[in-house]
Nanobody, 124 residues
């Protein structure tokens, strides 16, 4: 079992930056690929980024490429999402998810564990 807790969300002006953290409990975190997803009101959940178990491979949604960076620290059981050049359309609840034995994917159905989410609001 893996429990995930996101933090780092908040209110930021357009053009600003935030770093989200996803703290995991359990000894299997290093065996999990990690993904970040987001969901805005009235919209479907959207893939943001994913990272492999070792951190050697990363994947990004088209809308965030070049602005967001996903990383992880297995010694700290934590994954991160650095978000730069934020836009109002980035406003959403951001979720991290863990895919046990996975390699990293945009497919949200592949993920076994989910956090409760953290709100990110970007003002114009």
């Amino acid at each position: 079992q893996v429990q995930l807790v996101e933090s780092g969300g908040g209110l930021v002006q357009a053009g600003g930056s935030l770093r989200l953290s996803c703290a995991a409990s359990g000894r299997t975190f290093s065996s999990c690929a990690v993904g970040w997803f987001r969901q805005a009101p009235g919209k479907e959940r959207e893939f943001v980024a994913a990272i492999s178990t070792s951190g050697g491979r990363t994947y990004y949604g088209d809308s965030v490429k070049g602005r967001f960076t996903i990383s992880r620290d297995n010694a700290r059981n934590t994954a991160y999402l650095q978000m730069n050049s934020l836009k109002p359309e980035d406003t959403a609840v951001y979720y991290c998810a863990a895919d046990l034995w996975g390699s990293g994917t945009y497919n949200n159905y592949a993920y076994d564990y989910w956090g409760q989410g953290t709100q990110v609001t970007v003002s114009s």
